[in-house]
């Protein structure tokens, strides 16, 4: 078996995000990337849990509440607390779930350490979200999955690093294609909404500059993104606001990321 090379020189999104986590799978670019975007946007580190804590809530919601039993996390990341198999399988054994990332490091660990109920089924591909078909048309995926049954499509915290909307909304509208009714999408994407206009200029210059990869959206454009889709309650909300658990949680202009969950009809 081939080793998996590892680009340690770049910063990835995965590790990245792993580091403002509170994890130990990073390396040097990724930490000083993370602590780039931190010096504009203090707060990251409360994004990343935040957003860890909507994925929590938006799976069990499909599990629990939408008797959704088939997952599909794309742009997973690394494996950390509560990871998608773990939740949806908590509710119901049966779950299946298969992960995709585009980072050879998260599929490293993903095959050690991503393992499910024996009654559900738990499986990783190596796969980019911007080519769709290449996601649902795996074999991996086929096999894991019943196309016929509804599926719950996650997409935490990956559409951002997309840059143009109409890109962005094809994605989703190619993944949520071959799927049946009843079958769910999850989003989550970075905002300047909830921004101070210095904060909002600030971070424009960082994206300018090439300084960060992640492209914030308004709420209209933001809502775009589930055209043809039916959206749940709340609809289109900051992060900490998606069917709260807790009375207490962070403002939005401390998240900075709006969520919804959309059904397809």
């Known amino acids: 078996m081939c080793a998996v090379e590892f680009d340690t020189s770049t910063a990835q999104p995965a590790r990245r995000y792993n580091y403002w986590l509170g994890g130990k799978d990073h390396f040097a670019a990724d930490r000083e990337s993370g602590d780039l975007i931190a010096k504009v946007f203090p707060t990251v580190r409360t994004m990343a849990v935040e957003n860890r804590a909507y994925l929590r809530r938006a799976t069990r919601f499909l599990a629990a509440e939408a008797g959704v039993r088939q997952f599909l996390d794309i742009g997973c990341g690394l494996p950390a607390p509560d990871n998608t198999h773990e939740i949806a399988q908590a509710v119901n054994p049966a779950a299946r779930v298969v992960y995709s990332d585009n980072d050879p490091i998260v599929m490293a660990h993903a095959r050690a350490l991503l393992t499910g109920t024996p009654e559900g089924r738990t ?119 998606w069917r709260p658990e807790s009375g207490t949680r962070p403002a939005p202009s401390e998240v900075a990321l709006y969520g919804a969950v959309a059904r397809k009809p």
């Open 123 to 241: 499986a990783y591909v190596e796969a980019d979200v911007t080519d769709p078909a290449a996601i649902t048309g795996h074999p991996t995926v086929r096999e894991t999955l019943d196309f016929g049954q509804p599926v719950g499509v996650l997409l935490l915290a990956v559409l951002h690093f997309i840059e143009d909307d109409d890109k962005a909304a094809r994605v989703v509208r190619e993944l949520m294609a071959p799927l049946p009714p009843g079958s769910y999408v999850v989003v989550s994407n970075s905002t300047k909404d909830f921004s101070t206009p210095q904060d909002a200029a600030a971070y424009d210059a960082m994206l300018a500059a090439r300084r960060v990869d992640a492209w914030p959206r308004d709420r209209a454009r933001f809502t775009a993104l589930f055209d043809g889709l039916e959206l749940v309650e709340p609809g289109v909300v900051g992060v900490p606001d």
